[in-house]
């Protein structure tokens, strides 16, 4: 996790002298890392991201209980919450459309067509990995604009 944090503010911190994204070998010589490590972190960015509230947790007799049954929503969510969320949903609508064609296709194999990464890369004629550290760093790109978004 601490990978993480160092890399967003890597980021954020290149962006703010650069004016503008910094490149994967910025990057790397800001963090004093290699190529492979940052693809280390993009795959553990892929990682994360793909965890969900589906997930089940199991209590101490071996039992599942899925972790989204044990939240309780105690607030309702207000007009200014809603708004809020179309806001960030048409913000993200609009970063997803900056993305790559592959990249944007990536997503829409994954979170629309439910493919798993290996029929992914099978499209795509390339390695498993490849489409996680694509993944990772897609996501990495859209939680930074999405922050950035937020700020401005």
């Not at 962006?15 to 492979?36: D, G, N, V, Y």
């Not at 929503?73 to 969320?85: M, P, R």
């Not at 760093?137 to 978004?149: D, G, Q």
Request: hydrophobic residues 40%; charged residues 30%.
């Amino acid at each position: 996790m601490n990978k993480l944090k160092d890399y967003r503010l890597a980021v954020e911190s290149l962006q703010h002298s650069l004016k503008r994204i910094p490149t994967e070998e910025e990057i790397c010589r800001e963090l004093q890392i290699t190529a492979k490590q940052l693809g280390q972190v993009y795959d553990t960015a892929s990682y994360l991201a793909t965890q969900s509230l589906e997930k089940m947790i199991f209590n101490d007799e071996g039992n599942g209980v899925e972790l989204g049954d044990m939240l309780v929503d105690t607030h309702a969510i207000s007009v200014e919450e809603e708004l809020l969320k179309n806001e960030q949903m048409e913000a993200l609508k609009g970063a997803i459309g900056r993305l790559k064609e592959r990249e944007q296709l990536i997503l829409q194999l994954y979170y629309v067509e439910k493919l798993p990464l290996k029929e992914i890369a099978f499209i795509l004629e390339v390695s498993v990995p490849r489409v996680s550290q694509i993944h990772g760093k897609m996501i990495l790109k859209l939680k930074e604009e999405m922050r950035r978004e937020e700020l401005d």
